[in-house]
């Protein structure tokens, strides 16, 4: 490296390093705080943006539950740092262990605290398929997450669940509480939700987005998800932990997901059926009032339509 090179690395380092240190600080820091749902189930409910250090990439929904046996931890956080954060959140509700730790999905901030809550004895749980979906994206989850936690990665492992369950609809118990376990495929391939009966309360993964409009990505399925959505419709929970926003009813997550699962296959892939062009339908559906006040929906919208509209166009 020439020294004009390495003067020019060293500054765009430098300035690099300001914009992390400017953004860290105008965003207030967020701690997970838990918040009772039910008898014995908490949720800690996590910011809507997009990861950061501010928040640790803990912008997403968690959620335990204290049974006579232990602490059922419902998702991990997205490193060893976060996890340790969660830990601290359950703590603050109970001096019970956690004894396991259950991963609804495969993103990132789903799991990467596992290795975590292994090394302290706790069981580490997960569907086959999610775990599927874990292993081919783990290296790349790592890199990404680096660029927004940046040295809050330091000690984190990929660590897949320790026991695995094969099937896609599971009923487990612990310590007298039983909850069922059900695949969606909704956001990622694997994605799972998980519905306690005794206490009325679904933990719904990425299936159920409240307060903002919900991702349809790549690996995304919309049908999947609106089946999905049908499964939690017919278990009615009184309580709805969404994947990300407030801990809400099943009123306001047919709304703002159920809903808009419907108006993207009844709209958008109807669209791709009649063989209408792309943009002609994006432009068509470009502003439903029902989802248009939801946060991140101008960021969002169209590119969920255009997937919908590629995922109708080859298979109708
Ligand atoms: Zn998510």
């Not at 997450?145 to 040295?151: I, N, S, T």
Request: hydrophobic share 40%; glycine share 8%; proline share 4%.
């Amino acid at each position: 490296m020439t020294f004009f090179l390495r003067r020019r690395w060293m500054l765009s380092s430098l300035l690099a390093g300001f914009t992390t240190l400017a953004s860290a600080q105008s965003e207030a820091l967020y701690l997970p705080k838990a918040q009772q749902v039910a008898d014995k189930v908490y949720a800690i409910v996590g910011p809507l943006g997009q990861r950061s250090e501010a928040n640790a990439g803990l912008n997403a929904n968690y959620g335990f539950i204290v049974t006579d046996k232990g602490v059922i931890l419902i998702d991990s956080g997205a490193s060893a740092h976060s996890a340790a954060l969660l830990q601290k959140a359950v703590q603050g509700v109970t001096p019970q262990p956690i004894r396991w730790v259950l991963n609804t999905g495969s993103q990132d901030h789903r799991w990467l605290g596992n290795d975590f809550f292994a090394k302290q004895g706790a069981e580490v749980h997960a569907l086959a398929a999610t775990v599927k979906t874990q292993k081919a994206a783990a290296e790349q989850q790592m890199t990404g997450l680096a660029r927004f936690v940046g040295a809050q990665l330091k000690g984190t492992q990929p660590r897949q669940a320790t026991v695995v369950h094969p099937g896609t609809d599971v009923t487990l118990t612990l310590g007298g509480t039983t909850l069922r376990w059900l695949d969606t495929s909704a956001h990622y391939p694997g994605d799972t939700l998980i519905h306690l009966p005794q206490a009325s309360v679904a933990l719904t993964g990425d299936l159920v987005y409240v307060d903002r409009l919900l991702g349809v990505l790549p690996q995304s399925n919309v049908r999947k998800a609106a089946q999905g959505f049908e499964r939690l419709q017919a278990l009615a929970p009184k309580y709805v932990v969404p994947g990300h926003g407030r801990v809400t009813d099943m009123a306001q997550a047919q709304k703002e997901t159920g809903d808009y699962y419907a108006y993207l296959i009844n709209n958008v892939g109807a669209a791709a059926r009649n063989m209408d062009t792309l943009s002609e339908t994006l432009d068509k559906f470009a502003s439903p009032a029902p989802f248009k006040h939801l946060q991140n929906f101008e960021e969002l919208h169209r590119a969920n339509m255009s997937r919908v509209f590629v995922d109708f166009e080859s298979n109708p």
